[in-house]
Every structure is written in C-alpha cells, then in structure tokens.
C-alpha cells in the first residue's frame, strides 16, 4: 500500500472516532451528505442509515425549532456556535448535544454545505440538573431557617438575597428587600454600630453577636447580627449577614435586671437597717451603762456610806451586829464593783474619755487578768479617732478576745493596731484550736462574727478572718480615716 493511501486510512480512522459527533449537510436540502462512525454508533444506526436522512430526523422534535434557526444562522452568517439541542435515537431515548457548525463555501461565495459537529453534553447536563435539585433542597433549608439571612453587596451595602424567614420577620416583600440598602431595615439609632461592624468584617472577615434593632412597620425587634466576607466565583465580594431574634431572651434578661435591682434594693433596706439596729443598740448600751454607773452605782456608793455612818453610831457594847454590819457593807461594796465593771463593758467610758489605745489597754489586761492568757498588744495610732471608728474597732476587738476565751483554748494572743497610709488596721491572732475555713463561709448560729463584719462594713472598711484547724484564728480590720486625719 502506497503512503497516500495509509495516510487517508488513519484520516478516517480519527474521523470515525473522535470523541465528537460529525456530519456534513447539503446547504439547500439539509441533506446529510458525511458523517462519521460516532454519529451513527450514538444513534445505534449504521452510518448508511444516516446517510440521506435530513438533519432535522436526527433531531427530537422539542428542539426543531432549534434546529431551524441553527440552519439558518449557518446559510446567513456561516457559523453556528453552541446550539443546545437534542439527538434522537429510533427506540425514542435522545442525547443533550451542543452543536457548532461551519459553512463550505463554492467559488461565488454561496454557501453550499455545512460542516457540523455535534458534542454530547448528557454529562454536563446530567450535573446542572442534580446541581439545581441541591440548591433547591438548600434553598428550602436556608429559606426555612430559623434565623433570618441575607447577602448583602459589599460596594453598594445592598441585600442581593435574602430568606424568607427575613421577609416575614420585616414585613416587607421580597421584591423591597432586594435592591435595599441593609441599613433601611434596621432602626436608624443603630446605624452607627451596623456601620462599625460592617468595617470589622471587612477589616477580620467576621463579626459576631452585634446586638441591633430591625424595624417592622415601627416596631422595634432585638437582633443579634453575625456576618462574614464572602465572595462568589466571580469575585464579587458579600457580607453573610445572619439576624437572630432576641427579643425574647431581651425581655428574660430585663426581668432579671428587675428583679436583681429589686434584690439589691431590699439587701440595702436590710443594711441599713442592721446599721440603725447596731447604732441603736450602742446608744441603748451608753444608756444603760450611765444609769448603772450614775444611778445605781452612786446609790450603792451612798448606801455602803450609810452603813459606814451605822458603824461608826453602834456602840461598841454590840459586837455581833457589828460584824454582821461589816459583812452587809462588803456586799454592797462588791455589788457596786460588779455594776461598776457590768456598767464598763456596755460602754467603757474610757473610750470617750481617754481614747481607743487607752481603751484597748484596758480591755486587754482585764482579759489577761480573767483569762490567763497574756496579750502582746503593740499599737501606734493616733489619740483622736473618730468616734464611730474608735467604737468599731473598740467592740470588734472585744468580740474577737471573747471568741477566743470561748472557742480557741490559745496560750498566747497578738493585737496589733498601725496606722496604715489611707487608715487603720487592726490584726488580732491567737495561738488556739482555729477552725475550718469553710466553716467560717457557712450560715452559722453564732452571731459574732457577722456583727464584727458589719460593724467594719459600716464605717466603710475592710474584715477578714482566716483560721486552720491547729493554727490558730487571725482576724484582719482596715478602716479608712477621714481624708482630713490621714
Ligand atoms: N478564735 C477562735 N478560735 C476558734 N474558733 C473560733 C474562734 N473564733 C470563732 N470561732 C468559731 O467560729 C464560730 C462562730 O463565731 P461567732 O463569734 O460568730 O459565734 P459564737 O462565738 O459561737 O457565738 P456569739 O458570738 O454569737 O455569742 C464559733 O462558734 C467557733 O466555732
Ligand atoms: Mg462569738
């Protein structure tokens, strides 16, 4: 065989089996004149079925119209560039083909045949269908989603999708929401921070829980906005705008602040009426202990005085009522001692007279005395303290010493009282039993510990106390002085 031959040989060969559908038609008949194997195999004809047929027969007659215009296009302007049309098969079933024509022309320019080829699209096709059965279904998702979502044009800030859960939140149609700039649905006082987290988007990419207001025919609904950058194929560029309604967790949360202000206005109530109580009470303790001192006490003075008087008329010829005299004078002598001392620990007036470190002297050498328990007291503060400051710190001690002689079975006891820069403070430990810290945190029966508190958080200080089994009680105080005594 010559090479001219072979060459044509292999030419058909790649004719016939190109991926591609070929034919070449009559111009004026549409006559099919050539065509190759693939063309009559996709038709399950052989090619000398094919052969004669119009091109029209090949196609299904959905697309004649189709099939017209193409031919038409190729006699006027020699080209056709993918038509959509659709190959027929005789048992009924078809083919999705693109079809590109080219025209053959004779010495006069006329165009005399067509060259076409027809590439089988089925696949394509096949993917844009299952493509739009996806973006319903997600569609149906995004429409039906409980959250209201828009994409929003970055260069124009207008919605150019949205949900229909945003359409029926807003009351307004689809047709006014699209085209709309995103602000208009939003109340205008929160303009500002949309803007600002529309910047952050486009500074981070996203911005979460912005909390808004949308309006609905004048009516305000509590939005929380979350939005992302997006950009589609194109490059176009879209903040994913999400709006969750909040208004009723709004509405739960004002209630909570109602009640939480309601709360703290009753624990104020209940403050200052543990203050008036606690003033109250040392007023009624200064009272009692001048009647004690200034009536009692001076009555029992007087009456160990006329026993004195007694004494001294009763003839010495009387012996035994002498010495039952003297018994009855030592009585009232010890009696006035107990009032004396009942009517200091209500109120030392040593406090007024001579001032808290005084006081404190005082009150820790009657503990040692009664206890046994020495005190290292070290105190550098100056004489005049306020009077409430002085009265605090002055009863917090006393309970402090009397928890200790009650509870801590301590061998020694340390009180420091300093001026500290902006105040006072005041440690008192002991060396006893301690007890659980977590204890000290629970509701208790003693009421001691919450009058020290108290009475420190009246004047505007600081209590601590901290305690371990086996290391001993500390009891920490600071209180503030006035600006003018610091
Ligand atoms: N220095 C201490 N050492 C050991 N335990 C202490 C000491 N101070 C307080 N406690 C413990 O803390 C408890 C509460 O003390 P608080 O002063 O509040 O009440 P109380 O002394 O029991 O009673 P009240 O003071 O009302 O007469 C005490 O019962 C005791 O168990
Ligand atoms: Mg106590």
């Known amino acids: 065989m010559g090479s001219l031959p072979i060459a044509e040989a292999r030419h058909r060969d790649l004719f016939d089996h190109a991926p591609d559908m070929f034919g070449s038609v009559d111009a ?223 509405r739960a949360q004002l209630a909570l602040h109602q009640k939480q202000r309601e709360l703290e206005h009753s624990r104020q109530e209940l403050q200052a009426l543990a203050a008036r109580l606690m003033t109250a009470q040392e007023d009624e303790r200064q009272r009692l202990s001048r009647e004690l001192h200034d009536d009692l006490n001076q009555r029992l003075a007087l009456l160990a005085l006329e026993i004195e008087t007694l004494e001294r008329d009763l ?33 030392p007036s040593i406090l007024d007279d001579l001032g808290l470190s005084a006081a404190l002297e005082s009150l820790t050498d009657d503990f040692t005395q009664r206890e046994g328990i020495p005190v290292d007291i070290v105190q550098s503060v100056p004489d005049s303290i306020a009077p409430d400051v002085g009265s605090c710190l002055y009863r917090v001690s006393q309970e402090a010493l009397r928890n200790v002689a009650r509870h801590a079975r301590a061998e020694r006891v340390t009180m420091t009282l300093t001026r500290v820069e902006d105040g006072i403070s005041l440690m008192i430990s002991d060396s006893g039993l301690g007890f659980a810290a977590e204890a000290a945190a629970e509701p208790r029966q003693g009421l001691g510990i919450v009058s020290m508190q108290e009475r420190v958080r009246l004047v505007n200080g600081r209590f601590s106390l901290t305690s371990q089994v086996g290391e001993g009680t500390q009891v920490l105080v600071w209180v503030p002085l006035p600006k003018d005594e610091r």
């Open 28 to 250: 004026a008949t549409g006559i099919i004149l050539s065509c190759n194997q693939n063309l009559a195999t996709a038709l399950g004809a052989t090619k000398t079925d094919v052969l004669g047929r119009s091109v029209s027969s090949l196609h299904h007659a959905d697309c004649l119209d189709d099939v017209e215009r193409a031919c038409q296009s190729l006699v006027e302007t020699g080209e056709v560039h993918d038509a959509e049309l659709l190959l027929q098969r005789p048992d009924g079933s078809t083919i999705d083909v693109s079809l590109n024509a080219s025209s053959i022309r004779d010495d006069t320019g006329r165009v005399v045949r067509g060259w076409f080829i027809w590439r089988d699209i089925s696949r394509r096709k096949r993917a844009e269908v299952a493509l739009r059965a996806s973006q319903a279904r997600y569609e149906n998702l995004y429409d039906d989603a409980p959250d209201m979502f828009a994409s929003v044009d970055v260069a124009t800030e207008r919605i150019v999708q949205c949900n229909q859960t945003l359409v029926t939140v807003t009351g307004c149609s689809r047709e006014e929401l699209l085209g709309r700039p995103v602000r208009e649905i939003h109340d205008p006082g929160c303009w500002p921070e949309l803007a600002e987290a529309l910047v952050r988007v486009r500074q981070t990419g996203r911005v979460r829980d912005v909390e808004l207001q949308l309006t609905r025919h004048g009516t305000l609904i509590d939005v929380s906005l979350s939005a992302a950058a997006i950009s589609d194929e194109r490059d176009n560029l879209y903040y994913r705008a999400t709006w969750r309604d909040v208004t009723e967790r709004k």
């Open 315 to 347: 003839p010495e010829s009387r012996p035994t009522t002498l010495a039952r005299l003297r018994v009855l004078h030592d009585h009232v002598v010890a009696l006035s001692n107990d009032v004396h001392t009942l009517a200091y620990q209500l109120h």
